[in-house]
């Protein structure tokens, strides 16, 4: 689809903020144009590269759930493991991958959790990788046209 | 609106005709919807004229919370120390206005806004505004609260069961809200859990959402309404000066709570003023809970817009921008980032 829709969404942006914005006369009625071009900025921004960030961030989180694994026992070894077992993605649409998301990351919530439980060095070191991972989670999910 | 508020007036003034104008909704109120009105009339032979507000639940919010409560925390402080609008009627039947609401008096002459706060000419009277703010905020949280309109809604946790009470109501809030896994939260609510604070030091009203955004300001740096007691309870005092300092409300973006005071004063005024200690371990707990407290609302909101409960623009906005922010900012006060 050309022109892009992450271009679309801009000028939708630029129009609200510039024309749209000036017409309106209430302090509420500002806001929520303000609000919308806002959001189509943002919008334009997820929308190309929300399949790349979902296929990188399960990439590494499954690296983590199977190197994890080893360290725990019990439910926590179960419930890694079946993060782990979750198929991946059938497809690159973006609610396919975010479903595969939700899995590893509840994964990734139990290996925590049990790794923090052990006292061993392994435990630390992949307490850490874990900590590391979820810094570069927000990095994943920043966005450059945030306004707020 | 405004036939349904002036019939509304008209059954609760001792008055038959009564004119509603200048209704408008003011941005913000992201829990409840406020609507500013006036309101005229004739009574004993003079046409008085009034200004209120309106708080209206809408559908779905940011928070899902007693207006009964709030009602009754706001009253709880007319007439006191503490500037607060003075109530006038709480309203639960919803078929007048489309919702449950309350009207309470409007406090005119003020600004509120955070970015007015934050830029000349007010700048200038930062430090009185600052000074108010938690003078105020001592005043609540050395308030006898005992036998007051707020200790017939609200349960009084004990010192040592303060912080419990908090964290598993907003636990249970992100539990029921969050439409995927909270990795970041769900570290710091163990941390929370393994690292509990010292008991209170008393057990205070605690506004809940006590910032700058939350009370009405003069350009002389004097302070007249506190306001948004959605969230108000009874628990901790260090509760309230902690969410003060939380980054979602830096505005001026530059490390300074609310963007008007450094830290430190706002601990000095505080204490001073309250004879109350911030014992540094408790605040710091209390600091990181604010985060997991904020991601609880901004959750709340994500949910009632996916689930099509609301169309308010400001609660995707919020759930793109502080649903991440909020973790980074919790990173940051956990000291995993700099």
Known sequence: MRPDPGRVLQGVAVNLLTNVMQEIRTPFGMQTVGIAGSLAMMTAEEFDRAADRLVSENRAVRAILNDGLPLVGGDTASAVSAAIATPAAPDFRVSSLLAENDAVRAGLIALHAGVEEVATPEARSMDERIWAELIESTHRREFASRLI | ?338
Request: some cysteine.
């Open chain 2, 1 to 338: 609106m405004e036939a349904q508020l002036a019939r509304y007036l008209e059954a609760k003034l001792p008055a038959e005709h009564v004119r509603v104008s200048n209704l408008f909704r003011i941005p913000g109120g992201a829990s409840r919807e406020t609507w500013m009105f006036d309101a005229s009339w004739h009574e004993s032979g003079e046409e008085k004229v009034e200004a209120f507000v309106v708080r209206k639940d809408p559908p779905a919010s940011l928070l899902e919370t007693d207006r009964e409560a709030e009602y009754a925390f706001y009253s709880t402080f007319w007439g006191s120390k503490v500037p607060v609008p003075r109530m006038r009627w709480l309203e639960p039947d919803a078929s007048i206005l489309g919702g449950p609401f309350f009207i309470m008096d409007r406090i005119l002459g003020c600004e509120s806004a955070t970015r007015v706060i934050i830029a000349p000419p007010f700048t200038d009277v930062q430090p009185e505004i600052a000074q108010n703010m938690y003078e105020i905020l001592a005043v609540i949280s050395t308030f006898d609260w005992k036998g007051s309109p707020a200790a017939r809604v609200a349960g009084a946790p004990t010192p040592e069961t303060a912080w419990e009470q908090e964290l598993g109501h907003w636990e249970r809030i992100i539990n029921e809200q969050e439409l995927s896994p909270q990795p970041i939260m769900r570290g710091a609510i163990r941390w929370l859990r393994a690292n509990p604070p010292p008991p209170a030091q008393r057990i205070s009203v605690v506004h809940g959402d006590y910032r700058v955004g939350n009370f009405l300001y003069q350009a002389d740096g004097s302070i007249h309404g506190i306001v948004d007691w959605e969230m108000a309870h009874l628990g901790d005092p260090i509760e309230d000066l902690a969410w003060s300092f939380n980054e979602s409300w830096q505005w001026a973006k530059d490390g300074r709570p609310g963007g008007i005071v450094d830290r430190g004063t706002a601990i000095a005024v505080w204490e001073r003023a309250s004879g109350l200690t911030a014992d540094r371990a408790a605040l710091h707990w209390w600091e990181v809970f604010s985060h997991v407290k904020c991601q609880g609302i901004w959750l709340t909101g994500a949910r009632s817009f996916q689930e099509g409960r609301t169309n308010e623009l400001i609660l995707p906005l919020v759930a793109y921008t502080l649903i991440n922010g909020q973790d980074q900012y919790l990173l940051r006060t956990m000291g995993r980032i700099a």
